[in-house]
Structures are given as C-alpha cells and as structure tokens.
C-alpha cells in the first residue's frame, strides 16, 4: 500500500472516528500532495510524498516556535497535535546521537577535516537521513563535528 493510499484510508478512518483534528491534518496534508503533482504535472512516488509530509512538518515547528515566542499556546497545541499527526507517516525519526554517529561515520569517509567541507559533508549525509531527520539538525551535528 502506498502512502498516498494509507493517508486516504486515513481520512476515512477519521471521518468515521469524528477526529476533527486527525481529519483536518491528514487532509491537509493529501490537499498539499496533491498541489505537488499538479505543479509537476505527474505522479508522486512514496519518495516523494515524504519529502512533501517532511516540509509540511517543518512548518508546523516553525509555526510551534512561532506561536510559543507569540504567547498564544493554544494555537502552539494545536500545531502539535498535528505534527504528530503528521509524523506518524514519515519514516522513524532519527535521534540525536544517531544522526551524530552517521555524520561521523560521513566524515571519516571523505577524510573531512574543517568547516570548509561542511558542503561536502551535507551533500553526502542528506541522501542518507531524507524524511528521518530535520535538517537542520543534521546541518547542526555537521557544524558541531567539524569543528
């Protein structure tokens, strides 16, 4: 079953469940899937599909800071709710400690010894942490491990 094919199921799963909020996230997120494949004028893939799901959820944890540093807690609560709404369907996230030992692992590969090869570095761990890690957290254990 594809991912498109389970958020689907999805929605019908909590229109029968009356989960106002799963059903608002879950059809936000198949409406902005769907905006993807009318801008490319073709079909997503499940690849694909989690690189949409992935910006969508660094959305909200924008809007979650945003929201938090506003005062306004109940719209950061529900930013949340819909995150993990959202992370259900991405790949397991990495941890910290994870993303710190494949970055390593990175770096003594291509024998990266300064901060002028982060580039060289993130251009080979982001292919391997695509929808299981925020990048900016992996652009940050770069920074922190070369240096």
């Known amino acids: 079953m594809t991912l ?3 958020l689907n199921n999805e929605i019908r799963t909590a229109m029968k469940a009356r989960d106002n909020l799963r059903l608002s996230a879950v059809r936000m997120a198949c409406a902005a899937i769907k905006n ?3 801008d ?3 079909e997503l893939d499940d690849q694909a599909v989690i690189g949409v799901l992935t910006s969508l959820t660094k959305q909200r944890r924008e809007s979650i800071r945003m929201y938090a540093e506003g005062n306004r807690q109940d719209l950061a609560d529900k930013e949340e709710a819909e995150l993990a709404v959202l992370l259900e369907f991405l790949p397991t996230q990495l941890s910290e400690t994870e993303i710190d030992t494949l970055v390593a692992q990175v770096i003594l590969e291509i024998g990266a010894v300064g901060g002028k090869d982060m580039g060289r570095v993130m251009k080979a761990v982001t292919p391997l ?3 299981k890690a925020d990048g900016k ?4 254990a770069v920074r922190k491990l070369l240096a």
């Open 4 to 6: 498109k094919e389970q």
């Open 36 to 38: 993807r494949e009318l």
């Open 40 to 42: 490319l004028r073709a």
């Open 129 to 131: 942490t695509s929808g």
């Open 137 to 140: 957290a992996v652009s940050d």
